[in-house]
C-alpha cells in the first residue's frame, strides 16, 4: 500500500478565491480511518452546516479546517492570514472576568492596544445584543447570554472564517431558536464564512445555505442541498419543514445502513 501524502494545511488564499477549500483530505488515526476523501468548499460569506450523526468525523473536519490538526493525505486552505476563530458547545469563558473582559482577552491576544479593546469589546456585544451586560461575570449570565459573549469572542478574532461546532446543543429549544435568529443576523451582518457543524437536522434546515451531510465509518460527504429560502427561516414554514423531512430521509439509511452491520 503506498503511503499517502501528507500536506500542510495553508492559509494562502485559494487561486480559486474560496474562502475554505478541501481537497482529496483522509484522515486517520492509528491506522483508523476517521475521515476518506473530503472535497468540499465554502464560498466567501457562505454558511455552510455539516450534518451527520454522532462520530462521523464532523469535530475532526472542523480541527482540521482549524489548524488544530493535520490531515494525513489531502490539503486544506483557507482565506485570509488570521486562522478561523473556532466556537465550541461550551462557551469556556473565563469566570473570574466580565463578559466584556473575555472579548477583551482576545482583543489582547491579537494584538489591539490597550487603550482601544474596552471600545472595540463593547461594540462586539453590542452585535450580539449585550451591551448592557458587558461588566456581568459569566455566572450572572443565562446559558444563551454566556453564547452570545463566546460568539463575540469568536468574531473579536477578525478571522473571515468562524467555525462553529454544535455551539446550541446543550440549551434548550426555546433558547436555541432565539440564537438560530441571532446567528443568522450576525452573519449577514459580518460577512463571515461559517461551517457550523450540527447533527439536529432542524437546527441544519433552518441555518444553512448549503446542508452537507456526511456518513460514517469513515467520515464521507454522502449528498449536498443548496438551500435557496429567505431568512428569517422558521421550521414550521412548509418548505423549511419539507427540506427538514428530505434530510431526515437520508439520514435514517445512513443510520440504518450501518445499524445492519
Given at each position: 500500500?503506498?503511503?499517502?501524502?501528507?500536506?500542510?494545511?495553508?492559509?494562502?488564499?485559494?487561486?480559486?478565491?474560496?474562502?475554505v477549500a478541501l481537497r482529496g483530505v483522509t484522515k486517520a488515526y492509528d491506522g483508523r480511518v476517521v475521515l476518506q476523501d473530503i472535497t468540499l468548499?465554502?464560498?466567501p460569506g457562505e454558511f455552510v452546516c455539516l450534518l451527520?450523526?454522532?462520530?462521523?468525523?464532523?469535530?475532526?473536519?472542523?480541527?482540521?479546517?482549524?489548524?488544530?490538526?493535520r490531515p494525513t493525505a489531502g490539503n486544506?486552505?483557507?482565506?485570509?492570514?488570521?486562522?478561523?476563530?473556532?466556537?465550541?458547545?461550551?462557551?469556556?469563558?473565563?469566570?473570574?472576568?466580565?463578559?466584556?473582559?473575555n472579548v477583551e482577552l482576545a482583543l489582547r491576544l491579537r494584538g489591539v492596544a490597550k487603550a482601544e479593546r474596552a471600545a472595540q469589546a463593547r461594540e462586539l456585544l453590542d452585535v450580539v445584543r449585550l451591551a448592557d451586560a458587558a461588566g456581568k461575570r459569566p455566572h450572572e449570565?443565562?446559558?444563551?447570554?454566556?453564547?452570545?459573549?463566546?460568539?463575540?469572542?469568536?468574531?473579536a478574532q477578525d478571522s473571515p472564517v468562524l467555525l462553529m461546532d454544535e455551539p446550541f446543543a446543550s440549551l434548550d429549544a426555546i433558547t436555541r431558536d432565539v440564537l438560530h435568529e441571532e446567528l443568522v443576523r450576525v452573519w449577514q451582518q459580518t460577512g463571515r464564512t461559517i461551517l457550523f457543524v450540527t447533527h439536529n437536522v432542524r437546527e441544519a434546515a433552518v441555518l444553512?445555505?448549503?446542508?452537507?451531510?456526511?456518513?460514517?465509518?469513515?467520515?464521507?460527504?454522502?449528498?449536498?442541498w443548496p438551500v435557496d429560502l429567505p431568512q428569517p427561516r422558521r421550521i414550521e414554514a412548509p418548505d423549511t419543514s419539507a427540506l427538514a423531512g428530505e434530510i431526515t430521509g437520508h439520514l435514517r439509511k445512513e443510520i440504518a445502513r450501518h445499524g445492519g452491520h
Open positions: 500500500m503506498t503511503t499517502p501524502q501528507v500536506v500542510e494545511p495553508s492559509l494562502a488564499q485559494p487561486p480559486t478565491a474560496t474562502a468548499s465554502a464560498e451527520g450523526a454522532s462520530g462521523c468525523g464532523k469535530t475532526t473536519l472542523l480541527n482540521l479546517i482549524a489548524g488544530l490538526d486544506v486552505e483557507v482565506i485570509g492570514k488570521v486562522r478561523p476563530a473556532l466556537m465550541f458547545q461550551e462557551p469556556a469563558l473565563f469566570p473570574w472576568l466580565s463578559a466584556a473582559g449570565l443565562s446559558g444563551g447570554m454566556r453564547q452570545r459573549v463566546a460568539l463575540a469572542r469568536a468574531l444553512a445555505q448549503r446542508v452537507v451531510l456526511l456518513g460514517s465509518r469513515p467520515g464521507r460527504i454522502i449528498h449536498e
